[in-house]
C-alpha cells in the first residue's frame, strides 16, 4: 500500500501519475542483487520477508568474515532479530557489536566538533553532509548504524586554505599527501580528503563537492543556501535542508558500487520513513534533474520502491528516467559493471552517455530531440579519448582539446588534470591510457618551446620494455620504447607548440600502451592502472616541476 500524500503533494502525485499513463513505464532491472540485496532485506525489510533474508545471510556466511556493510548494519540485524525473537550462538557478539557503534559514533564527534570550530574559526563554512547530517537530523539514528566517517563540505575556493587550517589544529591526512597538493588538483577527479587526529578510523572527509562526480560550484552555494541549523550531541552544525539532504544520497552511488548503494539506500528509507511527508518532491525532483543525477536518483529510489513502496510516490523513478535525454538504458547497464572490468567499448560508451546526459540541463523537452545530433557529435569529440580505435587521431584530438580548454587554474603550478593520480613524493603516477601535462609559460610570445619529461615506467617483473607515444602539437607524435636496459628515469624530448590568447601554455599528451594494475599482478592493493611516473618537467631547459617544487 502507497502512504497517504498530504495535501500539498497531491497535485504533484497526480502530476506524476499523469505523466505514467500518458507515456507508459520503463522498468528498470534489479540494481541491488546478491548478498547486497539479502542484507538490505535483513536490516530493513518487513515482516518475514526481513527474517527470511536474515536467515539466508547467515546461512551463507559466518560471522567471522563479516565485512565493512555487515558491522555498519549491524544495529539494524539485531532488530530484526529481536522482533522475530531469534537467538544463536553469534547474538551475544552481535549486541557486543551494537554497543559499539554508538560508542564510536559518539566519540568519533569530539574531531568532528574540534575540526568545525577550527573552521569557523578562520571564518570557513562547513557543512556536515552524509550520515553526521542523518544524526544531527535525528540523534536516535547514531545506535543504529555506524558511519564510516563524517563528511565536512567546504567551497572550492576555500578548500586548499580550509586544509591548512585543520593540518594546524593537529589534523593529519590519510592517504593522501594534502602538502604537495598543488592548487589545480581541487579542480581534477579529487573530491575529499581524509584527516583525522588519532588514526584512519576518526577520519574527517573534508569535502569540496558533495557527489564526487558531481564538479559545479552552482550546487555547493545552492546546499549552503539552504542549509538548516541542527544540533550533533549538543553541538551546533550546519547541515543540508531535507530535499537536498535527500538529492545527494540518491545521486551518489553508481550501480557498480553495491556497498555504497546499500549505505546510501539505508540513509534514504530513514529520511523517509521519519520525514517522508515533510519532502517537497518537486524540489527533489528539479534538483536532481537539474544537475544531471536523476539517472542515478531513479536507480537508487527503485531499490527503496521495490522493497518499501510506501516510502515512495508513485511515478517517480519513471518521470526521473524520463527527465533524461535517451539512452538511460544503455547508460546503466554498462554503470553496472565494475570499473575495472569494463571492456575498452563499455568504457567508451559510460563516457558517451554520461557526457551526452550533461548537456541537458533540466527534463528532456520534445523540442530537445531538435538538439540530440547536435549534442552527440559533441558528446563523441568529449569522449573521443575513450573510444577504442585510432588511437594515434585520438592523441591528437586529446592534444587538440587540452589546447583549446581554459581551466579553472587558481595558481601557475603545472596542471596534471587529465589522467594522472595523486602527488606523491617523487612526482606522479598516470593513471589512464591517455594524460595530459599542461605546463603555463606566462607572457612569453614565441610560438614553440623545448619541454622535457622526466618519466619512469611501469615495468613489473617479467617485462623488459614499456610503449608509450608523445605529442606536443608540433611534428609528428613520437612513438618511444623504454626498457630495462635504458639510463632512468627515461627523458622525453619534444618540440613543444605555445598555444593560448590569454594565459599562455604548453601541453604534453601522453599515451600508454602497456599500462598495468598492481592489484591484477599480486603485487599490492593498488588498483592504479599504472604507466608513467613524471619526475620532472622543464622548459628550455628551466625546471618547472620537481618534488622540491611541488612541495610548499
Same mark, same amino acid.
Given at each position: 500500500m502507497r502512504?497517504?500524500?498530504?495535501?500539498? @503533494?497531491?497535485?504533484?502525485?497526480s502530476?506524476?501519475n499523469r505523466?505514467v499513463?500518458?507515456?507508459? /513505464?520503463?522498468?528498470?532491472p534489479?540494481?541491488?542483487?546478491?548478498r547486497?540485496?539479502?542484507?538490505?532485506?535483513?536490516?530493513?525489510g518487513?515482516?518475514?520477508t526481513?527474517?527470511?533474508?536474515?536467515r539466508?545471510?547467515?546461512?551463507?556466511?559466518?560471522?567471522?568474515?563479516?565485512d565493512?556493510?555487515?558491522y555498519?548494519?549491524?544495529?539494524l540485524?539485531?532488530? /530484526?532479530?529481536? +522482533?522475530?525473537?531469534i537467538?544463536?550462538?553469534d547474538?551475544?557478539r552481535?549486541?557486543?557489536?551494537?554497543?559499539?557503534?554508538?560508542?564510536?559514533?559518539?566519540?568519533?564527534?569530539?574531531?568532528?566538533?574540534e575540526?568545525?570550530?577550527?573552521?569557523?574559526s578562520?571564518?570557513?563554512?562547513?557543512?556536515?553532509?552524509?550520515?553526521?547530517?542523518?544524526?544531527?537530523?535525528?540523534?536516535s539514528?547514531?545506535?543504529? *548504524?555506524?558511519?564510516?566517517?563524517?563528511?565536512?563540505l567546504v567551497?572550492?575556493?576555500e578548500a586548499?586554505?580550509?586544509? &591548512?587550517v585543520?593540518?594546524?589544529?593537529?589534523f *593529519?591526512s590519510?592517504?593522501?599527501?594534502?602538502e604537495?597538493?598543488?592548487?589545480?588538483?581541487?579542480?581534477?577527479d579529487?573530491?575529499?580528503?581524509?584527516?583525522?587526529?588519532?588514526g584512519?578510523? *576518526?577520519?574527517? &572527509?573534508?569535502?569540496?563537492r558533495?557527489?564526487?562526480?558531481?564538479?559545479?560550484?552552482?550546487?555547493?552555494?545552492?546546499?549552503? +543556501?539552504t542549509?538548516?541549523?541542527?544540533?550533533?550531541?549538543?553541538?551546533?552544525?550546519?547541515?543540508?535542508g531535507l530535499?537536498?539532504?535527500?538529492?545527494?544520497?540518491a545521486? *551518489?552511488?553508481?550501480?557498480a558500487?553495491?556497498?555504497e548503494?546499500?549505505?546510501r539506500a539505508?540513509?534514504?528509507?530513514?529520511?523517509l520513513?521519519?520525514?517522508? &511527508?515533510k519532502?517537497?518532491?518537486?524540489?527533489?525532483?528539479?534538483?536532481?534533474?537539474?544537475?544531471n543525477?536523476?539517472?542515478?536518483?531513479a536507480?537508487?529510489?527503485?531499490?527503496v520502491?521495490r522493497e518499501?513502496?510506501?516510502?515512495?510516490p508513485?511515478g517517480?523513478? @519513471?518521470?526521473?528516467?524520463?527527465d533524461?535525454?535517451p539512452g538511460?538504458?544503455?547508460?546503466?547497464?554498462? =554503470?553496472a559493471?565494475?570499473?575495472?572490468?569494463?571492456t575498452?567499448?563499455?568504457?567508451f560508451?559510460?563516457?558517451?552517455f554520461g557526457s551526452?546526459?550533461?548537456?541537458?540541463k533540466?527534463?528532456?523537452?520534445?523540442l530537445?530531440?531538435?538538439?540530440?545530433?547536435?549534442?552527440a557529435?559533441?558528446a563523441?569529440?568529449?569522449?573521443a579519448?575513450?573510444?577504442?580505435? =585510432?588511437?594515434d587521431?585520438?592523441?591528437? =584530438?586529446?592534444?587538440?582539446?587540452a589546447?583549446?580548454? /581554459?581551466?579553472?587554474?587558481r595558481?601557475?603550478?603545472?596542471?596534471?588534470?587529465?589522467?594522472?593520480?595523486i602527488?606523491?613524493?617523487?612526482?606522479?603516477?598516470t593513471?589512464h591510457?591517455f594524460?595530459?601535462?599542461?605546463v603555463?609559460?606566462?607572457?612569453?610570445?614565441? #610560438?614553440?618551446?623545448?619541454?622535457?619529461?622526466?618519466?619512469?615506467p611501469?615495468?613489473?617483473?617479467g617485462? @623488459?620494455s614499456f610503449r608509450?607515444?608523445?605529442?606536443?602539437?608540433?611534428?609528428?607524435?613520437?612513438?618511444l620504447?623504454?626498457? =630495462?636496459?635504458?639510463p632512468?628515469?627515461?627523458?622525453?624530448?619534444?618540440?613543444?607548440?605555445?598555444?593560448?590568447?590569454?594565459?599562455?601554455?604548453?601541453?604534453?599528451a601522453?599515451?600508454?600502451?602497456?599500462?598495468g594494475?598492481?592489484?591484477d599482478?599480486?603485487?599490492s592493493?593498488?588498483?592504479?592502472l599504472?604507466?608513467?611516473?613524471?619526475?620532472?618537467v622543464?622548459?628550455?631547459g628551466?625546471?618547472?616541476f /620537481?618534488? #622540491?617544487?611541488a612541495?610548499?
Amino acid at each position: 500500500m502507497r502512504r497517504v500524500i498530504v495535501p500539498g @503533494e497531491v497535485q504533484r502525485a497526480s502530476y506524476l501519475n499523469r505523466s505514467v499513463e500518458m507515456t507508459g /513505464t520503463a522498468r528498470l532491472p534489479t540494481v541491488l542483487r546478491g548478498r547486497f540485496l539479502t542484507l538490505f532485506r535483513a536490516a530493513l525489510g518487513q515482516g518475514q520477508t526481513a527474517v527470511d533474508a536474515y536467515r539466508d545471510w547467515r546461512a551463507s556466511e559466518p560471522l567471522d568474515a563479516a565485512d565493512e556493510i555487515v558491522y555498519r548494519t549491524m544495529p539494524l540485524l539485531v532488530a /530484526t532479530i529481536d +522482533r522475530a525473537g531469534i537467538v544463536d550462538a553469534d547474538t551475544r557478539r552481535m549486541r557486543g557489536v551494537v554497543k559499539h557503534v554508538w560508542l564510536s559514533n559518539a566519540t568519533r564527534v569530539r574531531d568532528l566538533v574540534e575540526a568545525n570550530r577550527a573552521l569557523a574559526s578562520a571564518g570557513i563554512a562547513a557543512l556536515l553532509i552524509k550520515g553526521g547530517a542523518l544524526f544531527a537530523r535525528d540523534e536516535s539514528y547514531m545506535a543504529k *548504524r555506524m558511519t564510516g566517517d563524517y563528511d565536512l563540505l567546504v567551497r572550492r575556493a576555500e578548500a586548499p586554505r580550509a586544509i &591548512d587550517v585543520l593540518r594546524q589544529a593537529s589534523f *593529519r591526512s590519510h592517504g593522501m599527501k594534502v602538502e604537495l597538493f598543488s592548487e589545480s588538483d581541487y579542480d581534477r577527479d579529487i573530491h575529499a580528503v581524509a584527516m583525522s587526529r588519532a588514526g584512519f578510523g *576518526r577520519a574527517i &572527509d573534508l569535502h569540496w563537492r558533495a557527489i564526487f562526480w558531481l564538479d559545479d560550484a552552482g550546487f555547493t552555494e545552492e546546499l549552503f +543556501r539552504t542549509a538548516e541549523r541542527a544540533k550533533l550531541l549538543t553541538h551546533e552544525v550546519l547541515i543540508p535542508g531535507l530535499a537536498e539532504q535527500l538529492a545527494i544520497a540518491a545521486m *551518489r552511488p553508481e550501480p557498480a558500487d553495491q556497498k555504497e548503494m546499500v549505505f546510501r539506500a539505508l540513509e534514504v528509507v530513514h529520511l523517509l520513513e521519519n520525514y517522508g &511527508d515533510k519532502v517537497d518532491w518537486e524540489r527533489f525532483r528539479s534538483i536532481v534533474t537539474g544537475y544531471n543525477g536523476g539517472l542515478f536518483a531513479a536507480q537508487l529510489l527503485d531499490v527503496v520502491a521495490r522493497e518499501m513502496p510506501a516510502l515512495v510516490p508513485d511515478g517517480l523513478v @519513471e518521470q526521473l528516467l524520463r527527465d533524461g535525454p535517451p539512452g538511460t538504458s544503455i547508460e546503466l547497464a554498462m =554503470r553496472a559493471v565494475p570499473c575495472a572490468q569494463r571492456t575498452p567499448w563499455q568504457h567508451f560508451w559510460v563516457a558517451f552517455f554520461g557526457s551526452l546526459r550533461a548537456q541537458f540541463k533540466g527534463p528532456f523537452r520534445v523540442l530537445d530531440w531538435l538538439r540530440l545530433p547536435g549534442a552527440a557529435i559533441a558528446a563523441l569529440d568529449a569522449s573521443a579519448v575513450h573510444f577504442p580505435l =585510432r588511437h594515434d587521431a585520438i592523441l591528437k =584530438r586529446v592534444w587538440q582539446q587540452a589546447a583549446a580548454a /581554459t581551466h579553472p587554474l587558481r595558481g601557475q603550478d603545472v596542471w596534471f588534470g587529465q589522467g594522472f593520480s595523486i602527488p606523491e613524493d617523487e612526482g606522479r603516477w598516470t593513471d589512464h591510457q591517455f594524460a595530459v601535462v599542461e605546463v603555463p609559460v606566462g607572457g612569453q610570445m614565441q #610560438a614553440s618551446a623545448a619541454v622535457e619529461l622526466a618519466v619512469i615506467p611501469f615495468l613489473p617483473p617479467g617485462t @623488459e620494455s614499456f610503449r608509450f607515444a608523445a605529442y606536443a602539437g608540433a611534428g609528428d607524435i613520437l612513438q618511444l620504447i623504454a626498457g =630495462r636496459n635504458d639510463p632512468m628515469p627515461f627523458k622525453i624530448a619534444l618540440n613543444a607548440k605555445i598555444v593560448g590568447s590569454g594565459t599562455r601554455k604548453i601541453v604534453v599528451a601522453l599515451r600508454m600502451l602497456d599500462t598495468g594494475r598492481p592489484m591484477d599482478l599480486g603485487h599490492s592493493i593498488d588498483h592504479r592502472l599504472l604507466g608513467l611516473f613524471v619526475k620532472s618537467v622543464s622548459v628550455n631547459g628551466v625546471p618547472v616541476f /620537481t618534488p #622540491a617544487v611541488a612541495a610548499p
